[in-house]
C-alpha cells in the first residue's frame, strides 16, 4: 500500500546493536498523516461499523406464541429487557391474526396449543410469513424436532431454556439468513 520510503529504516542506538543482525524498521504515523491515509482509513473503519449494525439491528419485534400464562408472561418479560418490542399470543389462530396484523420479524412458537398443533400452525404461516421462527417446546424426540424444521422453523430450542439462549438463538437465525431479516 505504500512506497518503500514510508517506512523509515533506522538504527536505534539506545539498544545494544549488537544483539540484533537487522536495524529496527519504524513504522511512522507522521509519515501516514503526511500522505492522508489515516482520515480514509477511519472514515471506512466507522462506515463499517455502522453499515454492520444497519444490518443486524439488535432490537426485534417478536410475537410469542405460547398457551400456558407464565412461561408466555416470562419470556415476554425477558425478550423485552433485551430490548426487543414484544406482542403476545395464547392460541395459534391469535398467533396468526397478529402475524397478519403486526408482521413480526421473530415468532417464538410453542408446539403443544390448544387450539391446533404448532406444527400445523408453522405450515399455515409459512406462505405469509418469512419470519425468524425458532420453536420453544417440551418435546424432544427427534422425530418432532425433524418434523418442526422440515415445516419450516429456523431452529429448535428445547424447555427448559433461558432467555439468553433463545435471544442468541434469535440473533444466530438473524444472521444467517442475512441483512433482510
Ligand atoms: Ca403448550
Known sequence: CCRGGEYEKILNDDFDNSLFNEPFIVFEIDSIKEHKLLFPITTLIIMGVFIQKMRYKKNKKI??????????AALAAALSGFGH??????????GLEV???????VIVLDLGLPDLDGVDLLRMLRPVSDAVVIVATARVA????VRTLDAG????????????QLDARIRASMRRLGPNR
Not at 85 to 94: D, K, R
Not at 99 to 105: I, S, T
Request: glycine share 0%; charged share 35%.
Open 63 to 72: 410475537l410469542i406464541i405460547e398457551d400456558e400464562p407464565r412461561v408466555r
Open 85 to 94: 418490542q414484544v406482542t403476545q399470543a395464547a392460541t395459534a389462530l391469535a
Open 99 to 105: 402475524v397478519v396484523r403486526e408482521r413480526p420479524e
Open 142 to 145: 427427534e422425530d418432532d424436532i
Open 153 to 164: 422453523a429456523d431452529d429448535y430450542v428445547c424447555k427448559p431454556f433461558s432467555p439468553a
